[in-house]
Nanobody, 120 residues
C-alpha cells in the first residue's frame, strides 16, 4: 500500500490550496483518512480526519478554513484550505487506515508529505 500526496506549494496569504492524497496497492477497505501537519520546530498536529461515510473532524485551529473530503471511488482524500495564513506553513502528511485483506486489521499508512508555504 502506498499513499501519494500532492498539491502543496508557495501561496500568498489569503489564497487557497487543495491537497490530494491517493492510496494505491493492495486495498481491501479503508477506514479513516486524514491530514497531519508539522511546522519547523513544532510537534506534528492532526488537522483533519474523515471517514468514507462522511464523518469529519477538525482541529480547533483550522475550523472554518479547512475542508476534508474523501472520494471513495478514487481512494483519495482531499484537504481544501481557504484564506491561507503564514501560520499554515508546514509539511502536510496524509494518513490512512487501510486493510489489505478480508481478515486483516486496519493499519496506518503515511504519505511522503507535501510542503505548504504561505508567504508574500
Amino acid at each position: 500500500v502506498q499513499l501519494q500526496a500532492s498539491g502543496g506549494g508557495l501561496v500568498q496569504p489569503g489564497g487557497d490550496l487543495r491537497l490530494s492524497c491517493t492510496a494505491s496497492g493492495s486495498i481491501f477497505s479503508i477506514g479513516a483518512m486524514g491530514w497531519y501537519r508539522q511546522a519547523p520546530g513544532k510537534q506534528p498536529e492532526l488537522v483533519a480526519t474523515a471517514t468514507g461515510d462522511g464523518m469529519t473532524n477538525y482541529a480547533e485551529s483550522v475550523q472554518g478554513r479547512y475542508t476534508i473530503s474523501i472520494d471513495n471511488a478514487k481512494n483519495t482524500v482531499y484537504l481544501q484550505i481557504h484564506s491561507l495564513e503564514p501560520a499554515d506553513s508546514a509539511v502536510y502528511y496524509c494518513v490512512a487506515q487501510i486493510s489489505a485483506g478480508p481478515r486483516m486489521v486496519l493499519s496506518s499508512y503515511w504519505g511522503q508529505g507535501t510542503q505548504v508555504t504561505v508567504s508574500s
